[in-house]
């Protein structure tokens, strides 16, 4: 897959592609864009094409499918201007295939209708002489060769032809025959699928895979991507492994001092901590007070929120001393709202990633996993996704924070999917009944990196957010949600 000798590049126009490809297409060589029709190819080839003529390059687009009004009309709506260094070739079948009247009974004339196609798209490249080219589609030169023989001849001629006037080719291919063939994959020198699914709910969710490419290095397997307005928007799946940075893995203090000393110390810089308990036990409120504390120490933070509407979040926030307003407005928190139903895994990987690099961020929130859940299509890959992800964030010395409501309020309760073992440090709240209230416990479950606290603690939230208290140790079965009393004194916080 990779050779020392490194193939000069054309840019495809798409960042993300480019970076999927290490740099782009290789120049002077035949590629297939393959996908069903909606995936996305035609975007793609125009901003291949726009892409060349923004470095002076000129382009051709080579249409046996669709007219030139169709697409200056589909440029338009990303907001393009086809200039005057891409042409638009429709090639319209003759008039006699149109006219009943000459519609042949006995022969068909697929053999003159080939040629003639194939010599009126050799009569414009020798006329315009492009750098870059694109053919749509296939398909059409399929059903007039009518034989895979035929059809593969045909290719691999327009492939020597092409190469001997060093123009950098794709060839769309809509896979909507009958029966597909395989042979160009053998002739291109590159193959990118376009993959789209249809989730029970929410929108479509689109990938694509370099199937393969010769003579250069590519990230191989599934990338997400969306059609916007503006073109095509590639997220390359993240691989930790690409990213190190050297940095201090400090403790970091939640502004409570008793919520510091049960994580002996504090969260440390490049950990992740997973803060796990049934719904209103306060699993937000203990992750802003990191958030908060982060913010006050002079750095930044983000917080990427799933569950809760972004205005009321912000009101219930101040009225316990947290302006996250103000924290956004002053640049040092970046908070997002994620919609579950109409974000792939890949696209939010790819906007932790961004904020992460852009704004150097100390401090990481997703708020809930339940929601991040909700977004993938394929849930047995969810761990996956999140052991990239948060590889990643304590390759770059961030402190993460996720929070996971179980299933249930006392009692055994269960969480929809368990990743307590990718977490670094697990955080425990629990509802328990004592002296005839409903009364919140926290405690500390695991810590790969030091030593912390065995106890279980109270806690109460207040107006101004969590407030810890000493350990239950005269008590038995907090965690079960009905302890037993075993004690001399009444060590339990005052609820007035």
């Known amino acids: ?268 810089g490049g950990s992740s901590t997973l803060v796990i308990g049934p719904a209103g036990t306060g699993k937000s409120l203990l992750v802003l007070h990191h958030v908060a504390a982060a913010v006050a120490r002079g750095e930044r933070a983000a917080l990427f929120v799933f569950d809760e509407e972004l205005g009321l979040l912000f009101a219930r926030a101040k009225g316990m001393g947290f302006d996250l307003a103000e924290m956004r407005a002053s640049g040092k928190l970046f908070i997002a709202q994620m919609d579950a139903a109409e974000l792939s895994p890949g696209e939010f990987s790819h906007r932790v990633r961004q904020a992460v690099d852009r704004e150097n961020i100390r401090t990481v929130a997703i708020d809930s996993l339940n929601g991040y859940q909700a977004a993938m299509p394929e849930e047995q890959f969810l761990t996956l996704h999140l052991h990239e992800l948060l590889q990643y964030l304590n390759r770059r010395g961030a402190a993460t924070f996720l929070t996971i409501a179980q299933h249930g309020m006392v009692g055994e309760m269960k969480q929809p999917i368990d990743i307590t073992y990718l977490a670094d440090t697990v955080i425990m709240l629990r509802y328990f009944e004592a002296r005839g209230r409903v009364r919140r416990a926290i405690s500390v479950m695991k810590k790969r990196d030091g030593a912390h606290e065995n106890t279980i603690r109270e806690f109460a939230i207040g107006p101004n957010g969590m407030i810890v208290g000493a350990p239950l140790d005269q008590f038995q079965g907090v965690l079960r949600g009905v302890p037993t009393y075993v004690g001399q004194t009444e060590p339990l916080m005052d609820h007035r």
Request: proline letters at 3%; a negative charge; charged letters at 25%.
């Open 1 to 268: 897959m990779e050779t020392t000798g490194a193939l000069s590049r054309a840019s495809v126009g798409v960042v993300g592609l480019d970076q999927i490809l290490c740099g782009g297409l290789a120049r002077d060589r035949l590629h297939l864009l393959e996908g069903s029709p909606g995936t996305g190819k035609t975007t793609i080839a125009l901003q291949f094409l726009l892409a060349g003529a923004a470095v002076g390059e000129t382009g051709i687009y080579i249409s046996l499918a669709e007219t030139e009004r169709e697409l200056r009309e589909g440029a338009r709506s990303h907001g393009w201007e086809i200039g005057p260094k891409v042409e638009i070739f429709e090639l319209v079948p003759p008039e006699s295939v149109l006219d009943p009247d000459q519609h042949q009974s006995l022969l068909y004339s697929s053999d003159l209708e080939l040629g003639e196609t194939i010599k009126r798209i050799f009569e414009a490249i020798e006329r315009l002489k492009p750098k870059r080219v694109v053919i749509d589609s296939l398909s059409e030169i399929r059903l007039l060769a009518q034989s895979s023989l035929r059809y593969r001849r045909q290719i691999l001629a327009l492939k020597h032809y092409f190469a001997q006037h060093s123009s950098t080719v794709i060839m769309l291919d809509d896979m909507t025959t009958e029966t597909t063939d395989r042979a160009v994959h053998s002739i291109a020198h590159s193959v990118i699928h376009l993959d789209q699914l249809a989730p029970e709910y929410g929108g479509e969710r689109r990938r694509l895979r370099v199937v393969k490419c010769r003579g250069q290095t590519f990230r191989s397997g599934y990338h997400d991507f969306n059609i916007e307005e503006g073109g095509i928007q590639v997220f390359p799946r993240l691989v930790a492994a690409g990213y190190r940075q050297e940095f201090s893995g400090t403790f970091m203090s939640s502004g409570i001092a008793q919520l510091d000393a049960l994580l002996g110390g504090g969260v440390q």
